[in-house]
């Protein structure tokens, strides 16, 4: 209690000391400015980026692996989106001004070789996007605060991105939270797939719309080359897929209007663009070879679902889902990805006939599910090019009968809790306009309730009473959706018996789960290592710090509260 009354009056003074300097809107605000016709940029003028790829360990003269030592700033700089758009301001991430890019670089970890990243902020004294703090935002008066979350990273709880340890420029002025920008990420996790994204409390939705996120690789060789995965720069690609809204002079339009303005001035309940990005580029092309190769697709977008398919009935080959490698590889020719979720999968462009060309496209409503009977349409999101003739060297790769089948099977038997978490959304009376979403009837700031112990498994019954599909987020933890079950009246209750099929491709270990409306679903939580799977214990000590979240990954609806603190206690 005392703990949460300083906080309250710390954040409670930082508002009444800097009243007159908050960052009502942006510098770029003008809603009267021109909005750009997404129908006249041409789709397919710019190849697909590459992002930089940074090595996050170290490499001895003999040979060893020793851990690595970044410093990574984020900065306000230009970014062109497309040929035919002028420059945009962004925030982006990368080792100077001259080099950041959006996404960010990718950093190239090793499994068990610590990476060290100090991350610096040179951002402006105000931001560029209209944005009002709903408490318990950050809040300084001048700087625009940040910190980093490394998404599916198991780290201790101050090199985790708590929202409450954010930072303005030079250190100005900081979080309750903080304690230092210099992070360690020991790496000690299954081999996969990772983001960073900026997450500062009420600002993650305009810093991470505004640039601020990047992909983070966990590799194992040894684990790894057995698979004979396509592999290399050329064949193994990252794709970071997002949406954008753009004025006609090339700068980010994000409308300054909230739903509700007297409540909150410009905060809605979603936020959409009808341009589709694609590693930084909109509806970009890439030039591929009749052989395979592997597309590690993040969504994201703030709250855009993708429901991605390939033209000429073109297959995804599914290996791995968010960090953790499937048991057995999972073939769709359609799949549903939710912001923060990554699909790992193969395309073996040799099945393509004699198409020249293949779209890789999206027909999911926004906000999704939509309303019942509404038909999406089907957007483009990038153009694969076949390249004529075949390759001067061999595709060797493969995809294996299985991939790692060792990590633990869930079993509910194992868990020593059972916790239920309701999903709400909250109106204002008389226009039914969403104001705030919370979790079982908390906000953030109210004391912890989730008390998980290291070394144990728990049950969450995760009950959606809103119409939106929310992505759940755990931070530190694993967890498997167990089943989903549909909501119904008392006089219905045969239907309420009848299970919801979790898609197979997304059955194993994640940290992201797309909780549908009107459902119970019931996750098996692990809050202890994946592999080892005897061990009890995470390599640092989880109950020190300022513990960690969990949270819906709609970014506008994790500003708005929708995200609760956990505090893991000793086994």
């Known amino acids: 209690m005392e703990e949460r009354r300083f906080l309250g009056l710390f954040l409670l003074v930082l508002l009444l000391v800097f009243q007159a300097a908050l960052p009502g809107r942006g510098d770029d605000d ?4 021109r909005l ?3 129908r006249k940029l041409e789709m397919f003028v710019d190849e697909l980026p590459d992002m930089p790829r940074m090595r996050g360990y170290g490499v001895t003269e003999g040979g060893k692996l020793v851990a690595g030592n970044l410093t990574i700033g984020m900065y306000e700089t230009m970014w062109k989106f497309h040929r035919d758009l002028p420059a945009t301001r962004v925030f982006a991430y990368g080792t100077s001004k001259e080099t950041a890019t959006v996404p960010g670089p990718t950093i190239e970890a090793m499994q068990g070789v610590p990476t060290y990243v100090t991350w610096t902020n040179h951002l402006p004294p105000r931001h560029f996007l209209p944005w009002d ?5 950050a809040t300084p008066g001048s700087g625009v605060p940040t910190v980093v979350h490394l998404h599916g990273g198991v780290q201790h709880s101050a090199s985790d991105g ?16 903080f304690s230092s920008p210099a992070y360690e990420y020991p790496n000690q996790q299954p081999p996969g797939n990772l983001w960073y994204h900026d997450h500062a409390m009420g600002l993650t939705r305009v810093n991470i719309l505004a640039g601020l996120l990047g992909a983070y690789r966990v590799a194992s060789p040894a684990e790894e080359a057995a698979l004979n995965l396509p592999s290399g720069e050329a064949f193994d690609r990252n794709l970071v897929l997002f949406d954008r809204d753009f004025r006609a002079d090339g700068s980010l339009f994000m ?3 909230g739903n509700n303005p007297s409540v909150h001035p410009q905060w809605q309940p979603e936020y959409f663009g009808p341009v589709v990005v694609a590693n930084g580029k909109a509806w970009p092309y890439l030039r591929v070879l009749r052989r395979r190769y592997r597309f590690r697709i993040l969504n994201a977008s703030n709250a855009r679902f993708f429901r991605l398919s390939l033209s000429g009935g073109l297959r995804f080959v599914h290996v791995a889902s968010d960090s953790v490698y499937l048991a057995r590889p999972v073939p769709t020719r359609a799949f549903l990805l939710a912001p923060s979720e990554i699909a790992d999968v193969v395309v073996d462009f040799a099945e393509s006939g004699g198409a020249t060309s293949i779209v890789l496209r999206s027909d999911a409503p926004a906000p999704y599910p939509g309303d019942p009977g509404d038909k999406a349409e089907t957007v483009p999101v990038m153009k694969f090019v076949i390249e004529r003739g075949a390759s001067t060297e061999p595709d060797t790769s493969s995809v294996p009968a299985t991939l790692m089948p060792h990590y633990p099977k869930p079993d509910v038997r194992e868990a020593t809790v059972t916790r239920r978490i309701a999903m709400y959304e909250y109106t204002k009376e008389g226009t039914d306009e969403p104001t705030h979403l919370y979790l079982n009837a908390r906000s953030y700031m109210d004391p912890v309730t989730e008390t998980p112990r290291e070394g144990t498994s728990e049950v969450w019954d995760v009950i959606n009473l809103t119409d939106d599909n929310h992505p759940l987020h755990l931070h530190l933890a694993l967890f498997v959706a167990v089943e989903q079950r549909s909501l119904r009246r008392v006089d219905e209750l045969r239907e309420c018996m009848m299970r919801e099929v979790v898609p197979r491709q997304e059955r194993g270990w994640k940290n992201v789960f797309k909780v549908r409306p009107g459902t119970v679903t019931r996750v098996l939580v692990r809050f202890r290592p994946l592999s080892p799977p005897d061990s009890r214990r995470f390599p640092f000590d989880v109950t020190a710090g300022p513990g960690y979240v969990y949270h819906c990954h709609i970014l506008d609806h994790e500003d708005n509260e929708m995200m609760r603190p956990m505090k893991i206690v000793r086994y």
Do not use: I
Request: negative net charge; without cysteine.
């Open 30 to 33: 003008d809603d009267g400015g």
């Open 36 to 38: 750009l016709d997404p």
């Open 133 to 137: 703090p709903p408490p318990p935002a």
């Open 162 to 177: 708590h929202s409450l340890a954010w930072f303005t420029a030079g250190l100005a002025a900081t979080g309750p939270r």
């Open 255 to 257: 409308n300054g209007t």
